[in-house]
């Protein structure tokens, strides 16, 4: 059992005109076993949520906490991030050139247990978690992303969730750009974590279309680098026949 658990976070950015606010008293508490989606129009600081607890160094903490199980993760590098179990599915995953996937994927494993898995267990479950996601084989001899469609990168990042089995996965937009097949074969791969582990997800999304294939504990509607409106399920349903015209009204009133 885990517990991240964000505390009035306030983020700014780098920019060339001096440190930008972006995220403006984020309060949020994921528990292991539950999905949170965050929900929000574009530019409302959906990734600079995920990049900050990711450790990215673009991004400044100027206050609050971030614990997790009580460890205070903003204390923390980018690798003892990944080792306390956090995961960061990126909106935007980046290339490596040269690094192979299954060389990629093996290192980050042993890099996160502390030691290397056992060949043969090894290859057989990435074998699986790659079969499973409809990945062809060749792929695990290619560069990291180099050349992937976007719904390739997308499987690609769902395949390292799966193999690495994080205690609290984010996931940025794993939804967009994906045709309905890829979406679905994507969110099966989120939810196969799901049933096989206690993972807690914070699923961020601008459309409601993936939480059709994974259902949410908890929907947060993200406006303007804060939560505007907390609920259940529900709540992605009525996003998804109003839209987020009412929260933008309201933001700039
Ligand atoms: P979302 O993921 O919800 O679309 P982002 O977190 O990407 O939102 O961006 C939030 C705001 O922060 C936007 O106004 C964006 O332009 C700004 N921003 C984010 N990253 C940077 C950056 N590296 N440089 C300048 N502005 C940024
Ligand atoms: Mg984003
Ligand atoms: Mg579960």
Do not use: C
Not at 81 to 109: C, D, H, I, W
Not at 119 to 146: H, Q, Y
Not at 208 to 217: H, K, N
Not at 220 to 235: C, K, M, N, S, T
Request: aromatic residues 6%; without cysteine; glycine residues 10%.
């Amino acid at each position: 059992m885990s517990t991240l658990e964000i505390r009035d976070l306030h983020v700014s950015v780098e920019t060339k005109e001096g440190a930008k606010p972006i995220l403006r008293g984020v309060d949020l508490t994921v528990n292991s076993g539950e999905t949170h989606a965050i929900m929000g129009p574009n530019g409302s600081g959906k990734s600079t949520l995920a990049y900050s607890l990711a450790g990215h160094p673009k991004y400044q903490i100027t206050s609050g906490t971030v614990l997790l199980d009580g460890a205070d993760v903003l204390a923390m590098s980018v690798d003892e991030r990944a080792r306390a179990g956090m995961f960061l599915a990126m909106q935007y995953p980046v290339e490596v050139p040269g690094v192979s996937v299954s060389n990629f994927l093996r290192t980050a494993k042993t890099a996160i247990d502390g030691t290397a898995p056992p060949l043969r267990t090894w290859v057989k479950d990435v074998r699986g978690a790659m079969d499973a996601l409809r990945m062809d084989p060749t792929f695990a001899e290619r560069s990291v992303n180099e050349g992937f469609s976007g719904g390739e990168k997308k499987r690609h990042e769902i395949l390292q969730m799966e193999l690495l089995q994080p205690r609290i996965a984010i996931l940025d937009e794993t939804d967009s750009g994906l045709d309905v097949d890829a979406l679905r074969v994507v969110s099966e791969g989120v939810n196969r974590v799901r049933e096989k582990t206690d993972v807690g997800v914070l699923l961020i999304t601008h459309y409601t279309r993936i939480l059709r294939y994974i259902t949410p504990d908890f929907v947060h509607v993200f406006v303007d680098g804060r939560i505007a409106e907390e609920g259940g399920p529900e709540l992605a349903n009525r996003l998804e026949n109003e839209g987020y015209d009412r929260f933008l009204t309201s933001a700039t009133a």
